[in-house]
């Protein structure tokens, strides 16, 4: 049934369990903070160890192949007379009159044959012996031309080169990978930084984002349902263009815009507009993006915000979710916060202190004004403040006509039937309707979006999908559907109840078992005495059909008793509308203990008044069972009838409802939910007791 401060969708019992959702945190985070970096830096170490493991590895292998002997001048000679060298690297320094020689030889005490012994018996040549015996060498020795021509002359292998080859080789062996090494540290390193503040320099810089003119760009003519809004920012981009149309008056630019509303009605959209038309500079940033948990980060990025704002003025920087940072000093339980309060204390003096920031205009945009400090919220810092409503029916309207030309409509489509089905619907609710009905079409192969559709789109945005998956047993299905029927027709036989939409049995949404659904025929904003006690009696209807049919109760009326508990306390305590309690507000303060400056929340009345207010909760209540109960009893047929027919067809719009009870429709009940009401056969038959 219908809440006056939730909505008209009601649901028949249960809580939804909640779901949560891990966020996994990247290896170099964009914008990540200190906090974080210890895993990274393990990393960093890691590969600066295993880096240099791998050179030492790398250097040992290549001086330790095979061994590598340094002999003497005398005993190279000895060698290289017996036909021992069997391989030579000569590199000579003519200039120093030395010669630096590497490479390989045969000791004397073993030559081809006893190396032929040793080897495998396969080994069957005496130079593959010879090859596999030999060991290297190095020895620097005294340059003549005699030793270099029996170098040449007995040396199988000889190689040649000058003094520089030495530096060439140190390059290519030592140097390089070293330099390839400290250069892939250096890369890592340098990474680490700039994730933590955008540079180890930098950490307090703005993270405000420039937004490009030519980038996704949104006019006012794409925003639509909050026309006083956009005629408030209007005069902000005026006043930009040409602002000596207001100097010429005494007005002066306003140093901050705030804007207020529920969430999901097109404050960050505005703010997109508002950079499109305005043709300056646009910053945007986040109110997290002050935060940090090093004390004075926050503050220094605010105070570099402004100073960059003043070097592209005349321009415009939007907070989005200003809350985060804009939080009253010095309340809660918990005591003060230094760093968002330090945060705060920056904001406020540059936006209003001794420095004028002329040229720079702050828009802001929050779903919680009730928390930010009364210092930030007055005129000099943020002159005026927006309210951002829900749209009413032209704007809804309005918002339909701007999403539906992302889309393919049928051409007998009408709009407005779901502007007026969609009360309490924010623009966010509206475009996810359209986007839902484009989905729905096209999971049904079809070629456009018809009326069906986005009713069902409506619907599913509003409560929920359909869970046709759930196995319920037999009783429990009777005792839904008439708990559903009982909602229904005491619905149709309030004369102020909110019109019937559809009443189902298939769980749907928060619904474990069935739900009534109703949709206001008008945008309202007040509430009767009248009314609230036929939502009251209706809310009752499943409750007592449950007592009549079956002679027992269920929990299935948890929800309804809680419902209706909370608005008859409304009517006693907050709305006057009780001749016992008369016109008296006994409802306490409404702040929460959090914000606030007080630890608990003394009672306003006396005992004797709690107990007569708790004495006429209950009388309205019980009063409103008793009228569901009459009307039930006197149209026990009909409660009969729509059971059973629940029970043979699932789902009933309100058309097939008024068709199937022989009641005449109202005019304000659509008859677009189906394209015909057809007759459903209903088994007079009353189903069996409740088993105990």
């Known amino acids: 049934m219908t809440d006056p401060d939730k909505g008209p969708a009601r649901d028949s019992g249960g809580d939804t369990p909640a779901s949560g959702s891990e966020k996994r945190t990247p290896l170099f985070p964009k914008g990540g903070k200190i ?89 069957a040549q005496p130079e593959k012996a010879a090859e596999s015996a030999a060991r290297r060498f190095t020895v620097e020795v005294t340059y003549t031309d005699r030793l270099d021509t029996a170098i040449a002359e007995r040396c199988p292998t000889r190689k040649s080169a000058t003094a520089t080859s030495i530096w060439n080789n140190g390059l290519v062996t030592l140097i390089l990978p070293t330099l390839l090494i400290v250069g892939l ?54 006043f930009l263009k040409d602002p000596r149309k207001f100097q010429a008056l005494g007005g002066r630019i306003p140093k901050g815009v705030l804007m207020v509303g529920p969430p999901g009605t097109g404050k960050t959209l505005l703010a997109r507009a508002i950079a499109g038309e305005a043709g300056v500079p646009f910053f945007s940033i986040s109110g997290s993006d002050f935060m940090e948990m090093f004390v004075g980060v926050g503050a220094s990025r ?63 945009a929050t779903n919680r004004p009730d928390v930010l400090d009364p210092a930030l919220m007055r005129p000099g810092r943020f002159d005026r403040q927006i309210t951002i409503d829900l749209p009413d029916v032209a704007g809804r309207l309005g918002i339909l006509n701007v999403h539906a030309k992302k889309v393919k409509l049928d051409g007998s489509v009408d709009l407005n039937t779901i502007a007026r089905g969609t009360p309490g619907f924010s623009g966010a609710d509206l475009a996810n ?114 007592q009549l049919v079956f002679n027992d109760i269920t929990s299935g009326a948890s929800a309804d008793i809680r419902y209706s508990t909370e608005i008859a306390r409304k009517m006693v305590c907050q709305w006057g509308m009780s001749d016992l309690i008369g016109p008296l507000c006994h409802a306490g303060r409404e702040e929460q203990i959090f914000l606030g400056r007080d630890f608990a929340r003394p009672e306003a009345h006396s005992a004797e008044t709690a107990r ?25 047929d009909k409660l009969e ?14 058309s097939e409802v008024y068709e199937l009870l022989g009641i005449a429709k109202p005019s304000n009940v659509p008859g677009g939910e189906t394209a015909e009401a057809k007759p459903v056969a209903v088994t007079p038959e009353t189903p069996p007791a409740a088993s105990a």
Not at 48 to 65: K, Q, T
Not at 208 to 229: N, W
Not at 436 to 451: H, M, P, T, V
Request: neutral net charge; aromatic residues 6%.
């Open 35 to 123: 906090s974080g970096a210890p895993g990274t830096m393990g990393f960093l170490w890691m590969a600066i160890f295993l880096s240099a493991l791998a050179l030492l590895v790398f250097m040992h292998g290549r001086n330790a192949v095979g061994g590598t002997d340094t002999l003497i001048q005398s005993k190279f000679e000895s060698l290289l007379k017996d036909g021992r060298i069997l391989e030579a690297e000569v590199v000579k320094d003519i200039a120093a009159g030395k010669m630096n020689i590497q490479g390989r030889y045969l000791p004397k005490d073993e030559g081809p044959e006893q190396a032929l012994a040793k080897a495998s018996p396969k080994a």
């Open 612 to 636: 007569e207010i708790d004495n006429e909760i209950k009388r309205i209540v019980v009063g409103a069972e008793t009228h569901a109960r009459k009307l039930l009893t006197e149209n026990r």
């Open 641 to 654: 009838s729509l059971g059973q027919a629940l029970l043979a067809r699932e789902t009933l719009t309100a």
């Open 433 to 546: 309707l359209v986007n839902e009905s484009a989905l729905i079409a096209a999971r049904q192969g079809k070629q456009a979006i018809d009326i069906r559709d986005l009713e069902e789109a409506r619907d599913k945005v509003r409560w929920g999908k359909e869970r046709r998956s759930r196995k319920i047993d037999e009783h429990d299905r009777a005792v839904t559907a008439y708990h559903e029927a009982g909602h229904a027709l005491v619905g149709l036989l309030c004369s102020k109840s909110v019109p019937l939409h559809k009443v189902t049995i298939v769980p749907r949404g928060n619904a474990y078992l069935g739900a009534t659904m109703h949709l206001p025929e008008k945008d309202s904003y007040t509430q009767s005495r009248s009314e609230l006690l036929d939502y009251l009696a209706v809310s009752m209807g499943g409750r007592i059909a449950e």
């Open 302 to 364: 605010v105070r570099d915000m402004f100073e960059e704002g003043k070097r592209h003025a005349p321009c415009i920087i939007f907070i989005d979710e200003i809350d985060a940072v804009g939080r009253s000093r010095f309340t809660g339980l918990g005591g003060g916060h230094d760093e968002r309060e330090q945060t705060l204390n920056a904001l406020l003096v540059e936006m209003d202190g001794f420095e004028t920031n002329s040229g720079v205009i702050v828009i802001a």
């Open 185 to 238: 540290l250096y890369f890592l390193i340098t990474r680490q930084f700039k994730s933590m503040g955008r540079g180890a320099m930098q950490f307090g810089k703005s993270r405000a984002r420039l937004v490009p003119q030519d980038r996704d760009k949104v006019t006012f003519a794409e925003v639509s349902g909050i026309e006083e809004a956009k005629e408030e920012v209007q005069e902000v981009v005026d």
